[in-house]
């Protein structure tokens, strides 16, 4: 399987961030929730094209397949440009008919009152244009060492935003690690925790971070591209119980780049 995944997953799909959300299996039948991240420089027609090339290509994994939820970039804060938001997405690429969950990326913790601002007036904007907004997503890579400030910092953006907007988080796997204790309270207090296997092997998937999470039962595991790791994940089901997995899937797939959302 790991040949068929390698070779006809990285040979059909291109282009688009395809994240492959994998649940317990019903009826000895995998069932599998096709997300996307749509990053910027990406169309919606992009996402459109690969989604059903893999929707017509789940019968190479004898699996149940189905479209799910799609994540936007719609702002970014980098190092260079200090505090300066850089918008990306528009909603006018987007149908009516998405559950859409935007997405906020960010190298340094914004001030709370700042980042609210934006995200309600996007939250707004994007509503205003008859989109269905399900949710946020906030992307920052934290020190082990601070999640528990970074978590007083995801309350307080709660309080701030709209009750029935849910919030999401990217997530390393060192958290978890490094600080296990402060890791699983910061879980605690979003909706979700999608922890970035990116770096392929550059992060190590060891007995001790599979320990560690097992009963954190809001967390999605990111793999890019070919990356055959996550067939380990997959046999540790049975043991470990419920768990859902992502697969970031792109033309290019280099140890040292970072295409995927991180």
């Known amino acids: 399987m790991s040949r068929i995944v390698s ?8 282009g688009i961030f395809l994240c492959v959300f994998l649940f317990p299996s019903f009826a000895n039948t995998q069932d ?5 991240w749509v990053w910027a420089g990406q169309t919606l027609d992009d996402k459109n094209h690969q989604e059903q090339k893999f929707l017509e290509n789940c019968q190479i994994f004898k699996i149940t397949c189905r479209a799910g939820e799609v994540r936007v970039l719609v702002r970014s804060w980098g190092h260079q440009t200090s505090h300066k938001s850089i918008p990306h997405q528009s909603p006018r690429y987007f149908q009516d008919t998405e559950k859409l969950i935007l997405t906020y990326r960010m190298e340094n913790r914004i001030n709370v009152r700042e980042i609210s601002a934006f995200i309600n007036r996007d939250i707004n904007i994007w509503k205003r244009a008859g989109r269905h907004i399900i949710g946020i997503e906030i992307d920052y890579d934290s020190p082990s060492s601070k999640l528990d400030v970074y978590r007083a910092w995801l309350i307080d953006l ?8 849910s919030v999401r988080i990217t997530g390393l796997p060192t958290w978890f690690e490094d600080n296990r204790s402060d890791a699983k309270k910061l879980a605690a207090v979003v909706s979700e925790v999608s922890l970035m296997f990116y770096r392929q092997k550059q992060t190590p998937i060891t ?4 320990d560690a999470i097992k009963k954190v039962n809001n967390i999605r595991y990111g793999f890019l591209c070919n990356d055959d790791r996550w067939h380990r994940l997959l046999k540790e089901q049975k043991k470990y119980g419920t768990f859902r997995m992502a697969i970031f899937i792109t033309a290019e797939c280099h140890v040292n780049r970072e295409p995927a959302p991180s």
């Open 207 to 210: 007995d001790h971070l599979l």
């Open 7 to 14: 070779g006809k997953l990285k040979s059909i799909l291109s």
């Open 32 to 36: 599998l929730i096709i997300d996307h």
């Open 158 to 165: 709660k309080k701030k935003i709209p009750a029935d907007i």
